[in-house]
């Protein structure tokens, strides 16, 4: 009778849904937030039946997110909106979004019992997805997603610290140990324990199988490193007594007796599931803490002057592989990104607002950064001041050749390299585009190689990188401008795993530091510049990798980078 009030559609709703006719429910509660979407209790209800129902997840996500916005604050409705948001989110894929959420909300209702319930199933769901990964071999990416939820979940924190040490990565496990709080000295005490009788029982597997001198030397860094821990200590002097006596038996390690508090189901459940995953290890040379802080991250030097109009791209291509296009991923070019936008800004005096970034840039984003080979005005075109702006462009990602040898692409993370003609950015058409740009000024670095190869592994299935046809990736694009680029035509561009950086990257940051000034007048020219990485890059890439990498810039190398503070 009253089908037009939307109160009524909500009141159906919810006696469809109390009397177990949940699809129903959704019908009406859906229609009464199409009426009225300005009331969170609807808006929470609707979306917490839609979860129990397995609806659409980011028609869901959208109805949690507007009750959480409306709702958070109010004493009765916010625990129920925020948790359901986080419900939504991690029925979404967003499960470190979802820690994030349902964290806040207790901190703001520490007393809720059901939010303390629901933080625990999403921890557990999280770290269980993560497992799954490794299973499937995807450990790289594993590890990444238990790394980014560790500061928010214990238990992540935990399992990420044990699968590292289960995939022989004992060193940085126990460093990131070290680094996270916990809920009490007993929780610490359980993976510090278990990481130690991994390690221990790893570096006798290494004497028993011939290697007694790395295996003692290694023992000894590591107990020196921790000198508190008498098991790290009697495990070295247990080698060394086995190496002087010319013996192998060595007594596997065990746990010490601690008192410790009961280990939660979820903690039970988690170790069990991660025996028996094979994880392929990292060479032990290339292991690098991740939380050792690196002085070229952390020493960004002042430049002088400002780009009051200057504007920036940069573009940080690392998650190729989670796709599934067989595309490897690019380490630290997430890192490197966030590190060159830091220079950007201090350094060489772009404003942060004039400086667009993209993380993992799909193909639509790079055409509608750089536009299209009818339309070059971008939303880059839609920042400059014509004749006032300098323009600077960083992208570090994968490139990649034409199956013909007749241009290099720009590969975006939802590529199909088998057909990067039609699903890559043309090179040339980021040149032709820029040069239509009405700047004061260009600045290109490219730190991509375009032979077909990588360093995490080559691009095309079944050919060989030798086999591909290359032409050159750099050309002049105008007057004032230049373009930097990582590596030769048919070379690789290496990582620097120590630095955890790209090593183009790494060095041309530390070229800005002051190191390429070779006049020492604080004023660091594309010349200085060229010059000190065409010194620094091609050896350090020999001796990491046993590659050749040399840089190739073309352009006015008369122009200044930066003029730094004295």
């Not at 997110?65 to 419900?87: F, N, Q, S």
Request: glycine share 8%.
């Amino acid at each position: 009778l009253c089908d037009r009030d939307p109160r009524y559609k909500y009141n159906l709703g919810l006696a469809y849904y109390r009397y177990g006719n949940a699809q129903e429910a959704e019908k009406y509660l859906a229609a009464a937030v199409k009426q009225d979407g300005s009331r969170a209790v609807w808006l929470h209800d609707l979306a917490s039946v839609m979860l129990e129902n397995g609806s659409n997840s980011s028609k869901t996500l959208k109805y949690a997110e507007k009750a959480y916005r409306l709702g958070k604050d109010d004493t009765t409705l916010g625990p129920l909106v925020v948790e359901t948001y986080a419900r939504a989110q991690l029925a979404s894929g967003e499960g470190l979004a979802a820690i994030k959420v349902i964290n806040s909300g207790r901190s703001s209702w520490p007393q809720d019992k059901s939010l303390k319930r629901i933080a625990g199933e999403i921890e557990k769901e999280y770290v269980r997805n993560a497992i799954l990964l490794m299973k499937k071999g995807e450990s790289a990416r594993a590890f990444k997603v238990l790394e980014e939820a560790a500061i928010e979940s214990e238990l992540a924190a935990k399992t990420w610290c044990l699968a590292l040490s289960k995939a022989g990565r004992g060193s940085e496990a126990m460093q990131a140990a070290t680094s996270f709080k916990y809920s009490q000295p007993s929780v610490y005490d359980e993976v510090w324990d278990a990481l130690v009788v991994t390690e221990s029982n790893r570096l006798f597997a290494d004497f028993r199988a011939g290697k007694e001198i790395d295996a003692m030397m290694e023992a000894k860094t590591i107990s020196e490193k921790y000198p508190t821990d008498r098991k790290l200590k009697a495990a070295y002097d247990d080698l060394f007594n086995a190496f002087r006596n010319d013996r192998q038996e060595l007594v596997v390690a065990k746990a010490e007796p601690r008192v410790r508090t009961r280990k939660s189901a979820a903690d039970l459940d988690i170790e069990k599931s991660l025996d028996g995953i094979y994880v392929k290890a990292a060479a032990p040379a290339a292991a690098v803490s991740l939380k050792v802080k690196i002085d070229l991250d952390e020493n960004i030097p002042h430049g002088r002057y400002e780009r009051e109009y200057g504007v920036a791209v940069v573009i940080g291509n690392c998650r190729y592989a989670r796709q599934g296009k067989d595309i490897p991923d690019v380490k630290y070019a997430d890192r490197d990104a966030f590190i060159m936008k830091k220079y950007l800004i201090k350094t060489m005096g772009f404003k942060e607002e004039n400086i667009i970034c993209y993380d993992d840039a799909s193909g639509s984003d790079l055409r509608t950064v750089f536009g299209t080979p009818t339309d070059h005005k971008g939303r880059l075109y839609n920042y400059i001041r014509a004749g006032k702006s300098d323009v600077f462009v960083y992208y570090v990602g994968h490139g990649a050749p034409g199956k013909q040898g007749d241009a290099a692409f720009l590969v975006p993370v939802d590529a199909s390299i088998d057909y990067i003609a039609s699903s890559g950015y043309p090179v040339n058409q980021l040149y032709d585009n820029l040069n239509l740009l009405p700047a004061k000024s260009l600045m290109v670095v490219l730190d991509a190689c375009f032979s077909g190869d990588s360093q995490g592994g080559k691009l095309f299935d079944n050919i060989s990188p030798g086999m591909v046809k290359n032409i050159n990736p750099v050309r002049e694009i105008g007057k004032n401008s230049f373009v930097l680029c990582g590596a030769d035509k048919d070379q690789v561009c290496a990582w620097y795993p120590q630095m955890r950086h790209s090593l183009l990257t790494y060095y041309f940051l530390e070229g800005l530091q002051g190191k390429a000034d070779a006049d020492s007048d604080n004023k660091i020219t594309v010349a200085e510049m060229g010059d000190w990485l065409k010194s620094e890059v091609p050896y350090r890439a020999r001796r990491i990798t046993g590659r050749e990498q040399q840089p190739q810039i073309k352009g006015n190398l008369n122009m200044v980078l930066v003029e730094l503070q004295k």
